[in-house]
């Protein structure tokens, strides 16, 4: 069974970067969409960035200009490049695949930020 593995999370103060990863780990064929999602505590899971297989991004508007999505060079990766981070980007990320089929999701990666 393929599995979706983030990394990257970690404690950095406001104002600093965190790059997150995930990888697949295995092969899933005909991705249409990745994307990262988070959950802060006591609130719903939200969008933060999708790319799609064209390399159409679009991002929440909480986000936008501090965050960037990208693909690996490796067809089943995707990253999430976090600038300027503030105590509101406090959450757990995860990455999802979307292909045929079900989706693909990742257990999380915690990132908080906080001095």
């Known amino acids: 069974q393929v599995r979706l593995v983030e990394s990257g999370g970690g404690l950095v103060p406001p104002g600093g970067s965190l790059r997150l990863s995930c990888a697949a780990s295995?092969?899933?064929?005909?991705?249409?969409?990745m994307g990262w999602y988070r959950q802060a505590p006591g609130k719903q899971r939200e969008l933060v960035a999708t790319?799609?297989?064209?390399?159409?991004?679009n991002y929440a508007d909480s986000v936008k200009g501090r965050f960037a999505i990208s693909r690996g060079n490796a067809r089943n990766t995707v990253y999430l490049q976090m600038n300027s981070l503030r105590p509101e980007d406090t959450a757990v990320y995860y990455c999802?695949?979307?292909?045929?089929?079900?989706?693909?999701w990742g257990k999380g990666t915690l990132v908080t930020v906080s001095s």
């Open positions: 999802k695949f979307a292909a045929p089929g079900p989706d693909y």
């Open positions: 790319i799609t297989s064209g390399g159409t991004t």
């Open positions: 295995g092969s899933i064929f005909n991705i249409n969409t």
